[in-house]
């Protein structure tokens, strides 16, 4: 692509983001009007970067991996009724051969601008603000998204991407003050204890004895994170109901909201599968102020998800991905 051309596919890529944040995780997701815009800047994704990567020399290795993944998102999309795979793989397609710098600006600023338009949205009285009961915080509010961890999901990329950002200018380090006391008032504790462990990583990176260390193992220490949070996640579930440790499970999931035994109710009903699976899921009526957990049916566990939901097959492309970018 000219230099022109690659930019105003950034920038484009980067308006149709914010509108599919706006859209699709705040509290206008399940109105019926913003449902139909939502789809549109799907299939957006799904053609524009499947276009432009047509647009990009391809490699051998490239061009034995992209159509067996495609064959498989589409499969996929096709048994889950859920394009997510499918858009990311035909992003990935899409976005290779861009610079690093150039995908976390992209992610960022249309992540930021994002939120501004939700926030200004709330507090102009667009968007409604759901109320949870937590159980550490009394109330945790959803500032205009779907959920409060809907809304700490997102500050946590704000604020990851931004350390990204301060490692190389720390003026950037300024920008994430307000993002991390949003994420304090959204009481969603995962996103919270995430950015300490990434602010202690970041500032430990600081130090060249460990950089060192950490870069020369970076393969490894990857790879033996990846394993364990998959092993723990599957082990707790799957040991849920389990008599001996039963004592133990409980108090894991009453620090965990609830989340272990979500997902043995869907191991349970739905288990495992190779190549993935519709599971339908159940969030919250946005018609209403304040939201309990009763009628709430969902995954927060990433790995559980793809598990359940989109196959095994896809943990495994997950562990190679990962171990690809982490030789990178």
């Known amino acids: 692509m000219r230099i022109k051309l690659y930019n105003v596919y950034l920038g484009v890529l980067c308006i149709a983001l914010?509108?599919?944040?706006?859209?699709?995780?705040?509290?206008?997701?399940?109105?019926?009007?913003?449902?139909?815009?939502?789809?549109?800047?799907k299939y957006f994704f799904l053609i524009v970067p499947l276009i432009a990567g047509l647009f990009i020399k391809?490699?051998?290795?490239?061009?034995i991996i992209f159509p067996l993944l495609l064959v498989l998102a589409f499969v996929g999309a096709r048994l889950t009724k859920d394009t997510a795979i499918l858009q990311i793989v035909i992003l990935v397609f899409g976005l290779r051969g861009i610079k690093v710098n150039s995908l976390v600006d992209l992610f960022l600023w249309?992540?930021?601008?994002?939120?501004?338009?939700?926030?200004?949205?709330?507090?102009?009285?667009?968007?409604t603000q759901v109320q949870v009961l937590g159980t550490?915080?009394?109330?945790?509010?959803?500032?205009?998204?779907?959920?409060?961890?809907?809304?700490?999901?997102?500050?946590?990329?704000?604020?990851?991407?931004?350390?990204?950002?301060?490692?190389?200018?720390?003026?950037y380090s300024y920008l994430m003050l307000p993002f991390l006391i949003l994420l304090y008032l959204t009481g969603a504790r995962t996103s919270q204890g995430l950015v300490l462990i990434a602010m202690i990583v970041f500032l430990a990176l600081k130090i060249s004895v460990i950089y060192t260390f950490i870069e020369r193992h970076l393969v490894g220490i990857i790879m033996i994170l990846f394993i364990s949070t998959v092993v723990f996640?599957?082990?707790t579930v799957?040991?849920?109901?389990?008599?001996?440790?039963?004592?133990?499970?409980?108090?894991?999931?009453?620090?965990?909201?609830?989340?272990?035994?979500?997902?043995?109710?869907?191991?349970?009903?739905?288990?495992?599968t190779m190549f993935g699976q519709h599971i339908p899921y159940s969030l919250v009526d946005n018609t209403k102020v304040t939201w309990v957990n009763t009628s709430?049916?969902?995954?927060?566990?990433?790995?559980?998800?793809?598990i359940f939901n989109f196959?095994?097959?896809?943990?495994?492309?997950?562990?190679?991905?990962?171990?690809?970018?982490a030789k990178k």
Request: net charge positive.
């Open 18 to 41: 914010t509108l599919l944040l706006v859209f699709s995780r705040s509290s206008l997701a399940n109105i019926s009007l913003f449902l139909y815009m939502q789809k549109a800047i």
């Open 58 to 63: 391809l490699t051998r290795r490239e061009l």
């Open 110 to 127: 249309s992540s930021i601008t994002g939120t501004i338009l939700i926030l200004a949205g709330t507090g102009l009285g667009i968007f």
């Open 136 to 171: 550490v915080m009394n109330i945790k509010t959803s500032f205009g998204f779907i959920l409060p961890n809907t809304a700490g999901l997102l500050f946590l990329l704000i604020i990851l991407l931004l350390i990204i950002k301060t490692f190389y200018d720390y003026r």
């Open 233 to 235: 996640s599957i082990v």
């Open 238 to 272: 799957v040991m849920f109901n389990d008599g001996v440790m039963q004592t133990l499970i409980n108090k894991l999931n009453t620090a965990m909201s609830g989340r272990l035994k979500l997902g043995a109710t869907i191991m349970d009903n739905y288990g495992l």
């Open 296 to 306: 709430y049916l969902w995954l927060d566990n990433a790995y559980l998800k793809i």
């Open 311 to 325: 196959g095994c097959i896809w943990l495994i492309v997950y562990l190679l991905a990962f171990r690809q970018l």
